[in-house]
């Protein structure tokens, strides 16, 4: 297993930008990433538009070990991603033979021109399982191409996930009862000892908020985040640590 894999998300779609479609395929895939050990490191919202796609997708590819995109891969005009894809590496749409013969199988032989659009994918795709889901996920080089509908692409994203995992992160939370001003010299005492150490800190707000702020404290080095995670509660005041996990 890798100890790090990086990755891009690109969100695909007029409707996230314009506010009439919440996106929660981001917040998932962040979580998701992380668990398997990989490290989500850019998302980016684009439109439905083939040079937009174009442009982001080539750039996230150079730049990060894996890219997912998310929406634009149904049989509708607004449809644009594979075109966008491909047209990011320099590539032809093309009709996948096996894929326009699951089309035809589930259309008892007779499917909508529309429905055929779906098996058009850029030169050279390669198909990946897609667990649950039975249509396979595209790969073109080191992108994946998952749906927009959340309970696809989350379905999708968990049947790559043998191919997405890295060495695990570990992580402990400080939560505090007094204010990130008082505590912000400890931790940058912290990390003056500790600058590989990835160090978070998250204050709430309200009176009833059950902590004012939590600590993450997160490493690929077990023993490093172990020693840093000793050496900050040692050096925070007693009496502001609410809990630690």
């Known amino acids: 297993m890798t100890q790090e ?73 607004d449809d644009v991603t594979m075109a966008g894809v491909a047209r990011a590496f320099g590539r032809r749409l093309e009709r996948h033979p096996e894929l326009e013969e699951r089309i035809r199988r589930r259309a008892h032989g007779s499917p909508l021109p529309a429905s055929l ?11 990946n399982a897609g667990g649950e889901i039975g249509f396979p996920t595209v790969q073109v080089e080191n992108v994946f191409i998952l749906p927009g509908v959340p309970q696809l692409f989350e379905a999708k994203l968990r049947a790559l996930s043998p191919r997405l995992a890295a060495a695990p992160y570990f992580c402990r939370t400080i939560y505090l009862a007094v204010s990130e001003s008082l505590i912000a010299p400890h931790l940058d005492d912290c990390l003056r000892r500790f600058p590989a150490l990835m160090l978070g800190s998250y204050p709430t707000m309200g009176d009833d908020a059950p902590y004012r702020v939590k600590l993450t404290l997160e490493s690929k080095d077990q023993a490093m985040m172990a020693a840093a995670f000793d050496y900050l509660v040692e050096l925070l005041p007693a009496a502001a640590i609410i809990r630690t996990e």
């Open 117 to 127: 659009r779906m098996a058009e994918v850029p030169q050279g795709a390669i198909l």
């Open 5 to 77: 894999r990086t990755c891009a998300l690109v969100v695909i779609g007029n409707e996230i930008l314009s506010g009439k479609v919440r996106d929660s395929n981001a917040y998932f895939a962040a979580r998701e990433l992380r668990a398997l050990g990989a490290s989500l490191s850019r998302i980016a919202v684009v439109a439905d538009e083939v040079d937009a796609i174009a442009q982001e997708v080539a750039a996230c590819a150079r730049l990060f070990d894996v890219v997912l995109t998310s929406g634009g891969v149904g049989p509708t005009p």
